[in-house]
């Protein structure tokens, strides 16, 4: 099992960075709908309708967000945290994303920035 670790800085405060990972309307926005998602802990939430899932395993609002994530026919979870630090730029987001196949790392690290922390981070910046 291989570990995933990305960094992001992202020209936008905080609060939006955190609702950009947990309010279903804004991540529809950036790309990651249909999604139901929200910031409690045990919500068991679906991204791209379904493609991504999971449960919400650690809350700590605008500081910390730990889920378990299946990816397709995945048996095992693997383990995804968002930390968020305030900067004086705006917010900078730091991934670890643990337990994932070996066989699929380079894919999953390249759609971390393709098709998620990537497409989140221009959309706040435009905004």
């Given amino acids: 099992m291989k570990t995933i670790k990305q960094i ?16 279903p309307e804004v991540i529809s926005k950036w790309g990651g709908g249909p999604a139901k998602m929200d910031d409690k802990l045990g919500t068991k939430f679906k991204l791209w ?21 299946y990816n397709g026919s995945w048996n095992k979870p693997s383990a995804v945290t968002f930390s968020l630090k305030e900067t004086n730029e705006g917010t900078e987001l730091h991934l670890l994303h643990t337990e ?12 971390w920035e393709s098709y998620y922390l990537g497409p989140l981070k221009k959309f706040l910046e435009k905004n």
Avoid: M, S, T
């Avoid at 919400?56 to 910390?64: F, G, P, R, T």
């Avoid at 994932?100 to 759609?111: F, L, Q, R, T």
């Fill in 8 to 23: 992001y800085k992202i020209k936008a405060p905080v609060e939006e960075v955190w609702k950009a990972l947990v309010d």
């Fill in 49 to 69: 309708g379904g493609d991504i899932h999971g449960k919400n395993i650690k809350v700590e609002e605008n500081k910390e967000l730990r889920q378990e994530w």
């Fill in 100 to 111: 994932v196949p070996d066989e699929e790392e380079k894919e999953i690290a390249g759609g």
